[in-house]
Every structure is written in C-alpha cells, then in structure tokens.
C-alpha cells in the first residue's frame, strides 16, 4: 500500500521560508513525479510543481521565483521549500505521486499539512 | 494556463440519487481529465482518469465520460460515503490546474 505523508511546521512568519517534507512508503521512488499541491481555505486547488527522481523540476510559472524542490531517493523523501511567505500562502499543503507517463493523473496523495502564515 | 470549470459549485442530493457534475476546460485537452474525491482530514482520492477509466478499487457507481473540453462525473447511486469535494483536473499540460470543486451535500 503506497502512502505518502507531509511534514513540516505549521506555523510560518511573513517573510521567512516554508519547509515542507513528503515521506514516501509502500513503493519504489523510481519512475515517477513528485508533486505539491495546495489548497488554501474556501479555494480550489493549486499545482505548485513537481520533481523527477533524476532531481528535474518543473514549477508553476506563478510560483517559480520562491519555490524550490528537492529529493533524496535513500530517504524515499522529497521536499518543498517557498520563501518570502505571506499570508496569501497559507494553505493545506499535500504531496502526491504521478506516474512519468504523459498525461497521467495523481494517484495517491497524503492527507496534508496546513500551514499558517502569521506573525 | 488551461482554466477549468466545474458546475455546480455545490450540490445537496440525497442517498440513491443519481448525480452529474460538469468540467469545461478553456481549450481541447483530448481525454486527459482526471476526477478527485476529497473529504477533510482524508487524502484525496483518485477516481476516474483518462476521462473514463475507473481507479483499481472504485465503485462502479462512479463513472466519467467527455472528451475535447467538456467532461461530466456521474454518481449513478448516492451513498452515505459519497459526500464530498469533488475536483476535475487536466493532466494535457504544464502547469496541471484544477476546476475550484463540486462540494456535495447531504439533502
């Protein structure tokens, strides 16, 4: 049973830097995207990017100035980093898996992990 | 960006009724429209992908259909576990957007 769970603080301050981490168990890293997605309160969904286990990355062109991923396949980990955070970023946060076939959709996620932005 | 747009927004129904959401996307994207399920403190769920194609474990109560830009989620009998948010998503191309969620409710 694949599960992948997030963790991270919860409580961030304006300006600084988010940190998040994804735990992946149940599979092999290899052959898939690694992606973030968030969901602030009362509002849609967001793709933030993705990271290959090779460490290529794609990031939402509306995000790309702050955001950074990173992975390490011996940890069966991958990570989120955002900086200069405002509240605007405050957000239920997960991460999901996506098989590294054109088109393919997000097949299992975590539950997430909510971040707040405040001083 | 590809936009999506789901309709409704919200939805009361009741158990055994039968349910369509809509998903329009602002341009083709073939068949590549994925279905999510999401209750609060629960990981979304995939459901249909590739339009059609159910997720291994899905009840077959759930189905999709749709192709170019307009696609539709069918519940054909409501049960108590369905109640939920309920995202479209194009996997056509980067960067992967969403429709802003269908919230089903109890009637």
């Known amino acids: 049973q694949v599960q992948l769970q997030e963790s991270g603080p919860g409580l961030v301050k304006p300006s600084e830097t988010l940190s998040l981490t994804c735990s992946v168990s149940g599979d092999s890293m290899t052959g898939y995207y690694w992606n973030w997605i968030r969901q602030p309160a009362g509002k849609g969904l967001e793709w933030i990017g993705r990271i290959y286990t090779s460490g290529s990355t794609y990031y939402n062109p509306s995000l790309k100035s702050r955001v950074t991923m990173s992975i390490d396949t011996s940890k069966k980990q991958f990570s989120l980093e955002m900086s200069s955070v405002t509240a605007a970023d405050t957000a239920l946060y997960f991460c999901?898996?996506?098989?590294?076939?054109?088109?393919?959709?997000?097949?299992?996620w975590g539950q997430g992990n909510l971040v707040t932005v405040s001083s | 960006d590809i936009q999506m747009t789901q309709s409704p927004s919200s939805l009361s129904a009741s158990v055994g009724d039968r349910v369509t959401i809509t998903c329009r996307a602002s341009q083709t994207i073939s068949r590549y429209l994925n279905w999510y399920q999401w209750r609060p403190g629960r990981a979304p769920k995939l459901l249909i992908y590739a339009a059609s194609s159910l997720q291994s474990g899905v009840p077959s109560r759930f189905s999709g259909s749709g192709s170019g830009s307009e696609f539709t989620l069918t519940i054909s009998s409501l049960q108590p576990e369905d109640y939920a948010t309920y995202y479209c998503q194009q996997s056509y191309t980067l960067p992967h957007t969403f429709g802003q969620g269908t919230k089903l409710e109890i009637k």
């Open positions: 999901a898996r996506q098989k590294a076939v054109a088109g393919d959709p997000f097949d299992y």
